[in-house]
């Protein structure tokens, strides 16, 4: 699987941005997708995933009610709505597929990652 992410940019806080992940392959739906971020000195840390089906959701706390996870499947595309961003959530972000064991909530989950697009929050 090849993972392009895109859709960063910098934006005043309480904007919005709309992050995409496009995934190369024909078994999209196998995968949970997921959104992870790292900050410069700071480890990467998870956003937001979404299941196979994308019946089911999940976030960090930090975003919850302000970032929102789908996903396309006729464009095999992963969406990350982003809104009333903040100063902190300023990072490079990540897209990431897996089939792994465990939690999504861990890096070790995924075994495929996009090459990462920068969000940058002005305050």
């Known amino acids: 699987v090849q993972l392009q992410a895109s859709g960063g940019g910098l934006v005043q806080a309480g904007g919005s941005l709309r992050l995409s992940c496009l995934a190369s392959?024909?078994?999209?739906?196998?995968?949970?997708m997921g959104w992870f971020r790292q900050a410069p000195g700071k480890e990467r840390e998870f956003v937001a995933a979404?299941?196979?089906?994308?019946?089911?959701?999940y976030y960090a706390d930090s975003v919850k009610g302000r970032f929102t996870i789908s996903r396309d499947f006729a464009k095999n595309t992963v969406l990350l709505q982003l809104n009333s961003l903040k100063p902190e959530d300023t990072a490079l972000y990540y897209c990431?597929?897996?089939?792994?064991?465990?939690?999504?909530?861990?890096?070790?989950?995924?075994?495929?990652w996009g090459q990462g697009t920068q969000v940058t929050v002005s305050s």
């Open positions: 990431a597929a897996g089939l792994g064991s465990g939690s999504y909530y861990y890096t070790s989950y995924y075994a495929w």
């Open positions: 392959g024909r078994t999209f739906s196998r995968y949970y």
């Open positions: 979404i299941s196979w089906s994308g019946g089911s959701t």
